[in-house]
């Protein structure tokens, strides 16, 4: 398996498929391919797309539909996720100087 977005959710949700269950993913994960894929499964997704994919028709652009407000409320996994991965350091404190320089590389 790659490290693709795609691939990760694909992973991610595999002990799900054919539940007739609702992922939510922001637009680093949103794809037309993963939509297919995850309908194939019987799961659903709900996610934001940025403006300029080519998939979105022009007509949609202007306006802000009602499933905004379905994806700002089930999208608390994703934010609390990404605020854990960005407070969580592995790096230790030590006062000998070899080992900061050893565990730095």
């Known amino acids: 398996m790659r490290n693709t977005p795609t691939d990760i959710v694909k992973g991610l ?3 799900i498929g054919n539940s007739y269950k609702n992922v939510t993913t922001d637009n680093w ?3 037309i391919s993963l939509l297919h894929y ?3 499964k019987k799961t659903t997704l709900l996610g934001t797309m940025k403006k300029n994919k ?3 028709p022009p007509k949609f ?3 802000k539909p009602e499933i905004i407000l379905d994806y700002n409320m089930t999208k ?3 934010d609390t ?3 854990m991965c960005a407070s969580y350091s592995v790096s230790r404190v030590t006062r000998r100087w070899p080992l900061a ?3 730095s590389l």
């Open 61 to 63: 652009l202007p306006k």
């Open 81 to 83: 996720c990404d605020k």
């Open 38 to 40: 995850l309908l194939e």
């Open 101 to 103: 320089v050893f565990l």
């Open 29 to 31: 994960y949103t794809n």
């Open 13 to 15: 949700v595999s002990p």
């Open 54 to 56: 080519r998939e979105i």
């Open 76 to 78: 608390g996994g994703m």
